[in-house]
């Protein structure tokens, strides 16, 4: 199995990478479903409320907004988990990404992850002004913080990550200028206020880059990729479940063409026909290997 997939990697020019949680175990930041994963940590880590410990999953839901305790436990795990990532390093996995492009294969980077790793090896993000960039963050990141009402994003500073841990609601400074900008003109005080929230999508809500993460998927198809490889995911998310199933055809279009999967645990029957590869163990043991 290994030397096919050394030949599908030597082969390859077009390269598509889709990343999950499991890419950054090693850096010290946990997944999502595994037993010791954020889903089960969440509601067993210091300060968590009473509250907390029936819902580590319905934390990364848009309704943790509805009450003010869900809505701190939210606020202080997200400190906590920006500070995880500050001081987390690159694994050998996304190194093996970092390579990848170095040696002109890399057509695109899909992560699931919003700790921002990627950047640090170093590869740009794809953005409306860097259309160069080779990653895709799917569920937003760590990095920017964003007002809840006028959509006002600032940097997640260290003070800011201080007053998350606290659990407090931090108010958006900008709202609040152009609050009093309006009373100063002798205009009716604008009300309710927004405040500030971590950049990253949340279950049951919409996205707000969904347009033009299908475009950038869709385009990224259209150049006939050769290569897809998928590390350190279970695909339980539709959507991905679908970029997946979606990259995997054009792909497969290609007679050389391969996919391999790159995960601890292994997926459920209906993508055995999707991999021609499933390589199980530790993301970073396996790129070591290949």
């Given at each position: 199995?290994?030397?096919?997939v050394?030949?599908?990697?030597a082969?390859?020019?077009?390269?598509?990478?889709?990343?999950?949680?499991?890419?950054?175990?090693?850096?010290?930041?946990?997944d999502?479903?595994?037993?010791?994963?954020?889903?089960?940590?969440?509601?067993?880590?210091?300060g968590?409320?009473?509250?907390?410990?029936?819902?580590?999953?319905?934390?990364?839901?848009v309704?943790?907004?509805?009450?003010?305790?869900?809505?701190?436990?939210?606020?202080?795990?997200?400190?906590?988990l920006k500070?995880?990532s500050?001081?987390?390093?690159?694994?050998?996995a996304?190194?093996?990404?970092?390579?990848?492009?170095?040696?002109?294969?890399?057509?695109?980077?899909?992560?699931?992850?919003?700790?921002?790793?990627?950047?640090r090896?170093?590869?740009?993000?794809?953005?409306?002004?860097?259309?160069?960039?080779?990653?895709?963050?799917?569920?937003g990141?760590l990095?920017?913080v964003?007002?809840?009402?006028?959509?006002?994003?600032?940097t997640?500073?260290?003070?800011?990550?201080?007053e998350?841990l606290?659990?407090?609601?931090?108010?958006c400074?900008?709202?609040?200028?152009?609050?009093?900008?309006?009373?100063?003109?002798?205009k009716?005080?604008l009300?309710?206020l927004?405040?500030?929230?971590?950049?990253?999508?949340l279950?049951?809500?919409?996205?707000?880059q969904?347009?033009?993460?299908?475009?950038i998927?869709?385009?990224?198809?259209?150049?006939r990729?050769?290569?897809?490889?998928?590390i350190?995911?279970s695909?339980?998310?539709?959507?991905?479940?679908?970029?997946?199933?979606d990259?995997?055809?054009?792909?497969?279009?290609?007679?050389?063409?391969?996919?391999?999967l790159?995960?601890?645990?292994?997926?459920?029957?209906?993508?055995?026909?999707?991999?021609?590869y499933?390589?199980?163990?530790?993301?970073d043991?396996m790129?070591?290997?290949i």
């Amino acid at each position: 199995m290994l030397d096919g997939v050394v030949r599908a990697l030597a082969r390859s020019r077009r390269c598509v990478v889709v990343t999950g949680a499991g890419i950054s175990v090693a850096a010290g930041i946990p997944d999502f479903r595994s037993l010791h994963g954020l889903y089960n940590v969440v509601p067993t880590r210091p300060g968590a409320s009473a509250s907390c410990a029936t819902r580590g999953k319905d934390l990364f839901d848009v309704s943790v907004f509805r009450e003010a305790q869900s809505t701190a436990d939210f606020f202080a795990f997200i400190g906590d988990l920006k500070q995880r990532s500050d001081r987390a390093d690159v694994t050998r996995a996304h190194r093996f990404i970092k390579q990848l492009d170095t040696r002109g294969k890399l057509l695109r980077c899909y992560t699931q992850n919003i700790d921002g790793l990627e950047a640090r090896l170093p590869l740009a993000q794809y953005t409306e002004t860097c259309a160069d960039g080779k990653v895709v963050r799917l569920h937003g990141e760590l990095d920017t913080v964003v007002c809840t009402r006028c959509g006002h994003a600032c940097t997640f500073s260290m003070a800011l990550q201080a007053e998350f841990l606290e659990g407090r609601t931090v108010p958006c400074e900008a709202c609040e200028a152009h609050d009093r900008v309006r009373e100063a003109a002798g205009k009716r005080s604008l009300g309710a206020l927004g405040h500030l929230r971590p950049n990253i999508v949340l279950y049951n809500e919409p996205h707000a880059q969904g347009e033009a993460i299908a475009r950038i998927a869709a385009a990224d198809q259209r150049r006939r990729p050769d290569l897809l490889i998928v590390i350190g995911t279970s695909l339980k998310v539709i959507g991905i479940k679908m970029l997946i199933k979606d990259l995997a055809a054009k792909v497969h279009e290609r007679p050389s063409g391969r996919v391999i999967l790159i995960n601890k645990e292994p997926l459920g029957k209906e993508w055995d026909a999707v991999f021609d590869y499933q390589l199980l163990g530790c993301a970073d043991d396996m790129v070591q290997a290949i």
